[in-house]
């Protein structure tokens, strides 16, 4: 007796940006084009709040301080896993094969990376912020550091390819 094949885990760098909607949006219709279902992980790396630092002239300590900016963050990721899962669902992607995962840390390229890594995903899906050969030289990129450091594939959606 066989068992059921395991869906194929994708991992979408996903920031709320035009770019990785428009990835999203390229997954959405290679699974549907395709019939074929795959598991699809979200992923969210974000920039914990900085530390609070010198003298305050709050009426809070700055462990309070840094405890609100703390759940305004939480509250801002619900929000974004929020619209994101309803446009998932808008595009047609069933509820049961996407997952949303966020993650605090100071570098999104390495956590996306390590996150692939642990999922043992397929691929790497991510949008492209269209910068210039300079702008990527000084400046790097989130793609640039996952082409070059992920062992799988890594697919880059140009921002041509926008939700219709």
Same mark, same amino acid.
């Given at each position: ?14 920031d ?30 974000v ?27 939480? #509250?801002?990721?619900?929000?974004? %896993? ?7 669902q808008? @595009? /047609?992607l069933?509820? *049961? ?10 570098e999104?390229g ?12 397929? #691929?790497?899906?991510?949008?492209? %912020? ?8 000084? @400046? /790097?990129?989130?793609? *640039?550091?996952?082409?070059?450091h ?15």
């Amino acid at each position: 007796m066989t068992s059921p094949q395991q869906p194929t885990v994708f991992l979408l760098a996903y920031d709320n940006s035009e770019n990785s909607q428009a990835a999203l949006s390229w997954f959405a219709r290679l699974n549907a084009e395709r019939d074929i279902r795959h598991q699809l992980v979200i992923f969210y790396s974000v920039e914990a709040p900085p530390l609070p630092r010198g003298n305050t002239t709050l009426k809070m300590s700055k462990t309070e301080l840094y405890t609100q900016l703390m759940q305004e963050s939480s #509250a801002q990721i619900d929000r974004l %896993r929020k619209r994101c899962l309803a446009l998932c669902q808008q @595009l /047609g992607l069933p509820a *049961d094969s996407v997952k949303f995962i966020d993650k605090y840390g100071a570098e999104p390229g390495k956590a996306i990376v390590a996150m692939a890594t642990e999922l043992d995903a397929a #691929a790497i899906l991510m949008g492209t %912020r269209g910068l210039k050969r300079l702008q990527r030289t000084m @400046l /790097g990129s989130v793609s *640039d550091y996952a082409v070059h450091h992920a062992h799988r594939p890594v697919i880059v959606v140009p921002l041509t390819d926008r939700i219709g």
